[in-house]
């Protein structure tokens, strides 16, 4: 198997790297929850997106005809790799643009397809998911938001819960019960909601472990939207669903940010201990569990090079993405761990007792210090969202282990 790039992706990577260099803007727009209440930030996020999408560096495998430019998936994820490495912005629109986007192109009819891609591109139009509610998160199929059909309109009523970015987003893509008959799976129809606005839909924040407003709860009470805005036939919506959450579910395995991960673990780790223990690295059951998580991360990658050697062929990832959820979730959460570990008083920068005690200057490793207690806890939900981790198993055990 030859894993080497091609002359012409080598160019591509150079000509990223440059951009990205001269480009990426000073301020900061790293985290996915910063500031995101703030509209000034949104301003400056989705600029960066539209910025980069007109550079042409934004899903450029898609097709031609709905702003992409028909590439070999390979160069998007060499894109994708070069922003990891230039610490670059993480793109607001990414729902729309790895989710909802690929399924739309594949299940959407021509006039959604026109009306809905061109905004996802360019930031203009984001989307969030509403599929989980208060009594359907592994059991998906019981859930209970309701939409009946008047005239050219559903009325739904019901609520969904969890739901990342409902407050920033514009529009919403949804399961609906359209049927209470026979198997649950068969009475569920995917809407698209017109606008976040619409009469009826409020949006409640729910706030996380981590003191970060990501995720929400939101309630339709009698909220029209056109018939016309259903993808896939009425009732199929179950089969629609599981294709988007193929897309959702590789995110967290995504190899390029688990090395940046591990590289910023080692780094911490080779200090000099502050009261002159030593250096961490340097213990051998610290150095043992950092090898590990490295091992586990490479042979992620191979999976990850199997996926995209797929998607380059035109077949999706399939059950695999299940395999890559838990290998990710679990692999990030342990180098959490080790970072938290490492920087021991560090990590809690806002610690009142290691403040008065003069511990909690971040001086040694600004970054990380600032950041390895709230991704600790942020990531606590990674083996929960997109399907919990001990879901994926159950799938991993039928679809790829025929069990
Ligand atoms: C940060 C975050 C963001 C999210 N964002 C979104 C979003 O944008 N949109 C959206 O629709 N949803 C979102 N979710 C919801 C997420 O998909 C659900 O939380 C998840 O599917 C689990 O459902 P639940 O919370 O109802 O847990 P439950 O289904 O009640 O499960 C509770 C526990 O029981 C276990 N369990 C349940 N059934 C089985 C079984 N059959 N076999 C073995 N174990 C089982 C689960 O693994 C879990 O450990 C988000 C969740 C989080 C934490």
């Given at each position: 198997m030859d894993l080497s790039f091609t002359s012409e992706e080598e160019q591509l990577r150079q000509k990223v790297r440059k951009f990205l260099a001269e480009e990426i803007p000073k301020s900061g727009l790293k985290s996915a929850s910063e500031g995101r209440e703030d509209k000034a930030w949104l301003a400056k996020a989705k600029a960066w997106q539209r910025k980069l999408y007109e550079a042409g560096y934004v899903a450029l495998a898609w097709p031609r005809e709905y702003g992409g430019q028909a590439m070999d998936p390979?160069?998007?994820?060499?894109?994708?790799e070069e922003m990891v490495r230039a610490n670059a912005p993480y793109l607001v629109g990414g729902s729309g643009l790895g989710m909802f986007g690929p399924t739309l192109i594949s299940w959407g009819d021509e006039e959604q397809k026109k009306r809905f891609l061109p905004k996802i591109l360019t930031?203009?139009?984001?989307?969030?998911?509403?599929?989980?509610?208060?009594?359907?998160g592994s059991d998906l199929a019981s859930l209970q938001t309701r939409a009946v059909r008047d005239g050219d309109d559903y009325v739904i009523d019901g609520t969904k819960i969890w739901t990342t970015g409902a407050h920033v987003a514009d529009h919403m893509f949804c399961l609906v019960r359209t049927a209470t008959e026979g198997k649950p799976q068969d009475g569920i129809?995917?809407?698209?909601?017109?606008?976040?606005?619409?009469?009826?839909?409020?949006?409640k924040p729910i706030v996380t472990l981590a003191g970060d407003h990501e995720v929400n709860q939101v309630f339709f009470d009698s909220v029209r939207t056109p018939v016309a805005n259903r993808i896939g036939p009425e009732n199929a919506g179950w089969t629609v669903a599981k294709y988007l959450l193929e897309f959702?579910?590789?995110g967290d395995a995504y190899t390029p940010n688990l090395y940046a991960r591990i590289e910023d673990v080692r780094r911490i780790a080779k200090?000099?201990?502050?009261?002159?223990?030593?250096?961490?690295?340097?213990?051998?059951?610290?150095?043992?569990r950092l090898a590990e998580a490295e091992i586990a991360v490479q042979a992620l990658e191979m999976i990850e090079l199997q996926v995209l050697s797929d998607l380059s062929k035109g077949r999706n990832p399939g059950a695999v993405s299940s395999q890559m959820k838990i290998r990710g979730s679990e692999t990030l959460?342990?180098?959490?761990?080790?970072?938290v570990e490492a920087l021991a008083w560090y990590a809690a920068p806002?610690?009142?007792?290691?403040?008065?005690?003069?511990?909690?200057?971040?001086?040694?490793?600004?970054?990380?210090?600032?950041?390895?207690?709230?991704?600790?806890?942020?990531?606590?939900?990674?083996t929960i969202y997109a399907g919990s981790n001990e879901i994926q198993r159950n799938i991993v055990a039928k679809a790829v282990l025929a069990l």
């Open positions: 390979v160069k998007q994820s060499i894109v994708n930031a203009e139009e984001i989307w969030c998911q509403g599929y989980s509610e208060p009594g359907s129809s995917f809407v698209l909601i017109d606008s976040m606005q619409t009469p009826g839909l409020s949006v959702e579910r590789g200090e000099e201990a502050a009261d002159g223990s030593g250096r961490l690295i340097e213990e051998r059951g610290f150095a043992e959460q342990a180098l959490d761990h080790l970072g806002f610690e009142p007792e290691a403040r008065m005690m003069g511990h909690n200057e971040p001086t040694v490793v600004p970054d990380l210090g600032l950041t390895a207690m709230p991704l600790y806890l942020n990531n606590r939900a990674s």
